[in-house]
């Protein structure tokens, strides 16, 4: 535990994320071979069973990430390197052609490029190059591609496959598509598990990270925020790592880009906003960037849609919402829709299913919420379905895991909550 002035205590966890579930990066149900020849842990990879289909083959992402290079390599010939998170990479050489750029977030079964021949190292002979990596030295990438580099075994569909001169024949893809989405809301990191920010009693904007399932020292990332009325994390710019949003003392609704883990300059994306009772940034419509969505002093919820950074003519989703203490956004479902929750005047918890940018009926969740003074949701376990996360009366900061669309056993993640006026 640790315990400061203006800071909340948390609970710290192990360094580093575990590693993603990576697939082979091919298409679904086809066999490959592998070979470490004299590189391991590194290894060139042909399709079977007689390399034919090779050249030009789909490359796929084995995992969820953000693009970190893409360029071409005087020796390696067009080259991709993706962050996972946690410390985690993959670096893929001698491409054919490269089909993301950087900062592009991927899914995992997203075409990245093409298996290729490029760079006089390939030798002239189509295979992939592909190194898994860990970035030890924390300085954001991970070295490759010679001995002493930051590479690691490679592991595909939770098998390992190293050591000197090994080869390993019909290697199947189970790269079939069924990781979950990539909507973002507080993940500040862009690693696929939602971080926590909170202003607190001062108006200090802290970070918190998410580091397996735990909290790890905060980052102040702003001061100033103790007039802003409404404060939240979601990924508007779609480049797979949360923003900030914030509300101001004079109704503006302010957009702060994630820029390296620190905040840019805002750019106010409307004005009007200080009468609304609950304003917050999901990804609503489901295409990667982060709508807005806000019950007005009529009790009306409305959504506006993100368009280029900019905000659309509002649709009115619903009425009635006045005397919800908390609502909020996030894709409790894990369609890649973002829904709604809410917590209304009697303390009970709603999940609002998002139905073609419309709501569904509610379920209810749980009750004796009333007494919380912060409720929000986001992805934290990193399963692609937000989870429920509050602060409770005596200030402690607990974590409801979402259990096929319901909430398991609550997880404390902290305390010394109490005072900051907005945590998401």
């Known amino acids: 535990m640790i315990a400061a002035t203006g800071l909340a205590s948390v609970v710290f966890a192990s360094p580093a994320h575990a590693a993603p579930s990576f697939q082979l990066p091919f298409e679904c149900g086809q066999e490959w071979r592998l070979d470490t020849w004299a590189h391991s842990p590194a290894l060139d990879m042909v399709?079977?069973?007689?390399?034919?289909?090779?050249?030009?083959?789909?490359?796929?992402?084995?995992?969820?990430?953000?693009?970190?290079?893409?360029?071409?390599?005087?020796?390696?010939?067009?080259?991709?390197?993706?962050?996972?998170?946690?410390?985690?990479?993959?670096?893929?050489?001698?491409?054919?052609?490269?089909?993301?750029?950087?900062?592009?977030?991927?899914?995992?079964?997203?075409?990245?490029?093409?298996?290729?021949?490029?760079?006089?190292?390939?030798?002239?002979?189509?295979?992939?190059?592909?190194?898994?990596?860990?970035?030890?030295?924390?300085?954001?990438?991970?070295?490759?591609?010679?001995?002493?580099?930051?590479?690691?075994?490679?592991?595909?569909?939770?098998?390992t496959y190293t050591g000197s001169s090994r080869t390993w024949r019909n290697v199947t893809s189970r790269n079939c598509g069924e990781e979950a989405d990539l909507e973002r809301v507080s993940d500040f990191s862009g690693d696929g598990h939602s971080d926590v920010l909170g202003v607190n009693a001062a108006g200090d904007l802290l970070y918190y990270p998410n580091n397996g399932l735990a909290l790890s020292a905060p980052k102040e990332i702003g001061h100033g925020w103790a007039a802003f009325k409404h404060?939240?994390?979601?990924?508007?710019?779609?480049?797979?790592?949360?923003?900030?949003?914030g509300v101001d003392a004079a109704g503006d609704l302010l957009y702060y880009p994630n820029n390296g883990l620190a905040l840019s300059t805002p750019k106010e994306i409307g004005h009007g906003w200080g009468g609304f009772k609950h304003v917050m940034a999901a990804d609503f419509s489901g295409d990667g960037h982060a709508d807005v969505l806000g019950v007005d002093?009529?009790?009306?919820?409305?959504?506006?849609?993100?368009?280029?950074?900019?905000?659309?003519?509002?649709?009115?989703?619903?009425?009635?919402?006045?005397?919800?203490?908390?609502?909020?956004?996030?894709?409790?479902?894990?369609?890649?829709?973002?829904d709604v929750l809410g917590?209304?005047?009697?303390?009970?918890?709603?999940?609002?299913?998002?139905?073609?940018?419309?709501?569904?009926?509610?379920?209810?969740?749980?009750?004796?919420?009333?007494?919380?003074?912060?409720?929000?949701?986001?992805?934290?376990?990193?399963?692609g379905h937000a989870d429920v996360l509050g602060v409770n009366a005596e200030g402690d900061l607990s974590y409801y895991p979402n259990n096929k669309l319901a909430l398991s056993t609550p997880k404390q993640l902290g305390h010394g909550w109490g005072a900051f006026p907005h945590v998401m």
């Open 47 to 159: 399709r079977e069973p007689d390399q034919v289909g090779t050249l030009g083959a789909a490359l796929l992402a084995p995992a969820a990430g953000t693009v970190n290079k893409s360029t071409y390599h005087d020796n390696a010939g067009h080259m991709i390197q993706i962050n996972h998170g946690g410390g985690h990479f993959t670096t893929y050489l001698h491409l054919d052609s490269r089909a993301v750029g950087v900062g592009a977030r991927v899914a995992q079964g997203q075409l990245i490029g093409r298996v290729g021949k490029s760079g006089p190292t390939s030798n002239g002979h189509p295979h992939l190059h592909y190194e898994q990596g860990f970035d030890a030295n924390g300085d954001g990438s991970a070295t490759w591609g010679y001995a002493g580099a930051e590479r690691v075994a490679a592991v595909f569909d939770g098998v």
């Open 231 to 245: 404060v939240m994390a979601a990924d508007f710019s779609g480049d797979g790592h949360a923003d900030v949003l």
């Open 297 to 338: 002093a009529a009790g009306d919820l409305w959504y506006y849609p993100n368009n280029g950074l900019a905000l659309s003519t509002p649709k009115q989703l619903g009425h009635g919402w006045g005397g919800f203490k908390h609502v909020m956004a996030a894709d409790f479902s894990g369609d890649g829709h973002a």
């Open 343 to 383: 917590v209304d005047a009697a303390g009970d918890l709603w999940y609002y299913p998002n139905n073609g940018l419309a709501l569904s009926t509610p379920k209810q969740l749980g009750h004796g919420w009333g007494a919380f003074s912060q409720v929000f949701a986001s992805d934290f376990s990193g399963d």
